[in-house]
């Protein structure tokens, strides 16, 4: 049996009592009157006692009334009490169903129901998966970042790598910004004098073919000179490089008794090969390198054939067509060029 229908037991029970014992005292009141009217003192006397009995459990009764009336006032908030927690039921049930949520009974406070390790666990996969995306782009920049950012071929064979130039070559932006400058040859594309000038600075080092006309034209300080000729190794900063015979086999444009070079040069652990113009000759057959620097327009130069000959011989990891576009050869020889590569060999084409 539950509370509330013991309490309503409880109030029929008083109820009952009540009655009863209201209809005795009526009884015994008009028995009292009756026999007030009688001579004997002494039985008026303990009839009246009577009297004063019955109205004392009268005054009892009212009390009871009292205590019936709060029991059912208690009762009436019980009802209130539950239907409001069966509504709250309902609703912490619709919350939960929602989005997750419970409601602490003895707080009064709404909360997530989702447990600790879970919330652990959230944060955890979440750091993991942005850790690999860093790692990736780490990755993408150590492997290409180079081609990227620090590569640049603004046209004919005028090549930057970082801070270093290869036959700067129609820069008109003055920005000083050179460590080294390697001239390969002293044709006018090659041997531009207001470029050199753009870009030199008080520190800058000057890696040129044994021209005395040509070195004297630049003024560089003497101890920034390093004069080469080809099929020797030299070191200047802290880099080291080889020079490779540049030459035409049946063109009278560049002759092999010039001594004009190719530069291999060793650059965070990599060699960049810019070959200079030069013809598909056995000397470049030779060189080991992972980043070739091939001309391709023909006519002063190998064509795109011959320069994807060269190239598929070599097998540098990634090549960059240079010496088109401009003065000699189509700018469309890049892609005809890059037909003809093997597929394990990148193909950057810068000049467009």
């Not at 995306?133 to 990227?148: K, S």
């Not at 086999?249 to 560049?254: I, L, M």
């Not at 391709?296 to 064509?303: F, H, L, N, P, R």
């Not at 401009?326 to 950057?348: A, M, R, W």
Request: hydrophobic share 35%; glycine share 4%; charged share 30%.
């Amino acid at each position: 049996m539950s509370d509330i229908d013991k309490i309503n037991e409880q109030i029929k029970q008083l109820s009952k009592n009540k009655f009863d014992d209201e209809k005795s005292f009526d009884n015994e009141k008009l028995n009292v009157i009756k026999d007030i009217k009688t001579d004997d003192v002494t039985e008026k006397t303990i009839k009246l006692n009577r009297i004063d009995e019955v109205e004392e459990n009268t005054m009892k009764l009212d009390k009871i009334d009292n205590i019936s009336e709060k029991v059912v006032e208690d009762k009436e908030k019980l009802d209130t009490t539950r239907e409001f927690d069966e509504s709250l039921t309902k609703k912490i049930s619709k919350m939960k169903t929602d989005d997750d949520t419970t409601y602490d009974t003895t707080t009064g406070i709404f909360s997530n129901e989702m447990d600790e390790p879970l919330i652990k666990r959230a944060v955890l996969y979440g750091i993991c998966i942005f850790t690999v995306l860093i790692i990736l782009l780490i990755i993408i920049i150590i492997l290409w970042g180079d081609i990227i950012k620090d590569i640049v071929i603004n046209t004919q064979s005028s090549i930057k790598i970082g801070n270093i130039y290869f036959d700067p070559f129609k820069i008109k932006d003055s920005v000083h910004d050179v460590s080294i400058i390697f001239i390969t040859h002293t044709h006018y594309d090659h041997l531009d004098l207001e470029s050199i000038n753009n870009i030199r600075n008080d520190d800058t080092y000057l890696v040129i073919v044994d021209d005395e006309d040509s070195i004297n034209k630049l003024s560089f300080e003497e101890e920034k000179i390093i004069r080469v000729k080809p099929n020797n190794t030299y070191k200047v900063l802290d880099y080291e490089f080889s020079t490779i015979p540049s030459y035409n086999k049946n063109k009278a444009f560049h002759l092999r008794e010039y001594n004009w070079v190719g530069y291999n040069v060793l650059i965070d652990n990599e060699y960049y090969y810019v070959m200079g113009d030069t013809d598909d000759i056995d000397e470049a057959h030779q060189v080991k390198c992972d980043y070739l620097f091939i001309p391709i327009g023909g006519y002063y130069t190998m064509d795109y054939r011959e320069a994807s000959n060269c190239t598929n011989i070599i097998k540098p990891k990634e090549v960059f067509p240079i010496h088109y576009g401009s003065i000699v050869g189509d700018i469309s020889l890049g892609e005809k060029f890059k037909e003809l590569i093997n597929e394990d060999i990148k193909v950057n084409i810068l000049i467009k």
